[in-house]
């Protein structure tokens, strides 16, 4: 084949696959689940340098719907708290303390074996003088963010319906008007080049199109089977409150190591 008829194969199909990889981007950061790549367009002002999140933080996902922001430096907290909010202002923020975390999980795995122990049994006295729960608590060095990505309500649920769909629309739009322009550059270079080569250049480049809107279409419901089972997860919340006591409601959300994080990027 013409080696300007694959120059123009291969540079459609890069911008053909620029589209795809937005699309891709742009459901990640209209959060439904908690995503780490969400927090990537997220940059740290910290009065000196503008630094991107992963410079000054590590990231853990301690479950489907939350986020959790470990600052490499105290002093970085609030300048993080106001990056993640210009770039995802809807999410629910708490700020969290590791040793607290800790203490609400040790104190109910003391409870459960205590339950085990025989009434004869002689008591540990350091477990009674409370010698073996020192935490410092008060220590900035030991806090961290939680955020919570907001519930998808049917409110919510038919507002990210609408988005994805808009967003696949305008991709769509987009990869089609590609698929134009690489026929354009075709016609240009059409005396140089043989009747089988064009016939076998077009059908290459619709062959293209066709395999990026299959994946757009596919990543259009991936979305929103995300968006059902957000909705779901509502529902099921509502039907069932977490109860008020607030250390079952502890370990009902921190079921998880968090000092085990990983890089954003």
């Known amino acids: ?103 609400n999980q040790e104190n109910s795995q003391k409870e459960e074996a205590d339950k085990e122990k025989l009434d004869n049994e002689e008591p540990d006295m350091n477990s009674v003088l409370g010698l073996d729960d020192i935490f410092d608590e008060d220590s900035d060095e030991t806090k961290y963010l939680l955020y919570t990505m907001p519930e998808v309500n049917k409110d919510r649920r038919d507002f990210l319906n609408n988005g994805v769909k808009a967003l696949h629309q305008q991709c769509m739009v987009r990869l089609d008007g590609e698929y134009a322009a690489g026929l354009k550059k075709f016609s240009e270079v059409e005396m140089y080049s043989s009747e089988k080569d064009m016939a076998e250049a077009r059908q290459d480049l619709k062959d293209i199109l066709d395999d990026v809107k299959e994946k757009a279409n596919q990543k259009l419901q991936e979305k929103q089977q995300e968006i059902e089972e957000a909705y779901r997860h509502y529902l099921e919340k509502t039907e069932n409150p977490v109860p008020n006591n607030p250390q079952e409601k502890e370990q009902d959300q921190l079921g998880y190591d968090v000092t085990k994080g990983f890089r954003v990027s």
Do not use: W
Not at 30 to 48: E, I, Q, R
Not at 76 to 102: C, S, W
């Open 1 to 103: 084949m013409n080696t300007l008829l694959i120059k123009h194969i291969n540079d459609t199909q890069k911008k053909m696959g620029a589209y795809l990889s937005l699309l891709d981007l742009r459901y990640k950061n209209l959060c439904v689940k908690a995503d780490p790549v969400a927090l990537l367009p997220v940059t740290v002002n910290t009065g000196h340098q503008e630094l991107n999140l992963e410079d000054v933080a590590n990231v853990s996902m301690p479950n489907e719907y939350q986020l959790a922001i470990f600052p490499n430096i105290p002093n970085y907290m609030q300048d993080i708290i106001r990056g993640v909010f210009e770039a995802h202002p809807e999410f629910k923020l708490e700020i969290r303390d590791t040793n607290e975390d800790r203490k």
